[in-house]
């Protein structure tokens, strides 16, 4: 694998301000089939000093709800889900479901539009998630139509969400408040967090906006509405509605710290969808049904992948894995092999379109995927076997999916809907 072996270009530039961290998932390198050790190093992922906690149960609350920032030593114990704050109310969550015949896949309707006089004896869940443990804090309203990205930058207590609707809303931490809403005069294409970095993709553009120095950046060299972002090797991609992909080199220079680098065209024929950066590789997917593999050392294309019939809608590196969504119903797994190619390993059916996936490790260190269905579900699973833990429910489709500290999870779905969900009692 002397490919794997390159001498990285990039590797002495400054990498956003942050030593990234690898977390989920990283490299692609053939070892034993599912070893699980690259889940497990490193610092936890949710050791950031932001805890969004609620104050009672899993009522859905509209931008009213309480959120505390948790001092270090709560951070230090808090393995997660033994804050007593959120004991209190996992407690009287997960008792009530234990063992009860409820429904696991549908929502009361009733309990929905606030009259279930059924209450504990009803049949469906009372619940937007059938996950034990999981909990929705908040429901934060106000975008007009779907997100298209959200994000929390380190050392914020501002949460950041784009909508095709054009405007950048944030809201604040504390009290899920709605702060600023920034008219954009432009759709948003994608928005993303690296470090103390906020990228918002628009059409010809990508603002870069650092929630530490207040520096407002926007950087040209993109033509087309930028679908889709990541950054890996000390460099920012931005994916286009033209199928080009944009790069900047991140510097040491105040005054200039991203400069634009190349634009990588004639590879993609149609709208770049999704990046995922895994070891020395990016993986760019895209509606014209396939996945390029890009040195991250030489930014050359290596490979195209072609299995899916439809738009590649999210991709995941996870352990030696790429693990790639589609609209035509499927999750495939790729492997690598020792020539270094990649194969599909494993097929899922899922009989509805496929639009993001998500990947974290839970509070033991196991890793797990989300999966959002057409359907509005977004399905919890296990990796490597796929085994479902339970779902959650949203009324359209959930487009786009962010982890944050501390077991919290965001998501955003196609009416503008942002909601803020804690997994920290998945463990009692
Ligand atoms: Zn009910």
Not at 38 to 57: E, F, Q, Y
Not at 95 to 107: A, F
Not at 273 to 283: A, M, S
Request: charged content about 20%; hydrophobic content about 30%.
């Amino acid at each position: 694998m002397s490919y794997y072996k390159a001498p990285r270009r990039y590797s002495k530039e400054r990498n956003f301000g942050v030593e990234r961290q690898q977390g989920f998932a990283s490299d692609i390198v053939p070892r034993r089939p599912y070893d699980n050790r690259m889940n497990i190093k490193g610092p936890n992922k949710w050791s950031r000093n932001l805890v969004w906690t609620a104050s009672d149960g899993n009522m859905p609350r509209k931008n009213d709800c309480t959120y505390a920032l948790s001092s270090y030593q709560q951070r230090k114990d808090a393995a997660y889900g033994q804050r007593s704050s959120y004991a209190s109310y996992v407690k009287g969550w997960g008792s009530s479901d234990k063992g009860s015949p409820k429904s696991k896949d549908c929502v009361c309707k009733f309990w929905k539009a606030g009259n279930c006089k059924k209450g504990d004896h009803c049949s469906f869940l009372h619940s937007w998630t059938s996950l034990p443990g999981m909990v929705m804090v908040a429901a934060l309203e106000g975008h007009k139509k779907g997100l298209k990205g959200i994000a929390l930058p380190q050392g914020s207590d501002k949460l950041f969400s784009a909508s095709s609707d054009g405007t950048l809303r944030i809201w604040d931490c504390h009290t899920g408040q709605c702060v600023h809403t920034i008219h954009l005069q432009a759709e948003a294409g994608s928005l993303m967090s690296e470090g103390p970095w906020v990228f918002l993709g628009l059409p010809n553009a990508v603002k870069a906006f650092n929630v530490q120095t207040s520096k407002d950046l926007h950087l040209n060299g993109v033509v087309g509405q930028v679908r889709a972002m990541t950054v890996g090797n000390g460099m920012l991609f931005a994916g286009t509605s033209s199928g080009s992909i944009s790069v900047w080199k991140a510097t040491d220079t105040e005054s200039d710290p991203f400069t634009y680098l190349t634009s990588l065209e004639g590879h993609h024929s149609g709208e770049v969808t999704c990046f995922i950066v895994g070891g020395q590789r990016l993986y760019s997917g895209s509606v014209d049904k396939t996945i390029k593999v890009w040195d991250l050392n030489t930014l050359e294309c290596t490979m195209t992948l072609r299995q899916h019939t439809d738009t590649v809608t999210s991709l995941l590196c996870w352990d030696q894995y790429l693990i790639s969504s589609c609209l035509d119903g499927t999750i495939n797994v790729w492997a690598c092999s020792e020539n270094g190619s990649l194969k599909v390993t494993n097929t899922r059916r899922q009989g509805q379109s496929v639009h993001t996936l998500c990947g974290m490790s839970d509070a033991e260190g196991k890793p797990i995927m989300f999966c959002s269905y057409q359907n509005g579900t977004v399905s919890i699973c296990d990796l490597p076997s796929f085994e479902e833990r339970g779902k959650m429910f949203s009324t359209n489709t959930v487009g786009t999916i962010t982890i944050g500290p501390e077991g919290l999870l965001f998501t955003g779905d196609k009416s503008g809907k942002l909601c803020v969900w804690s997994l920290a009692g998945t463990k009692i």
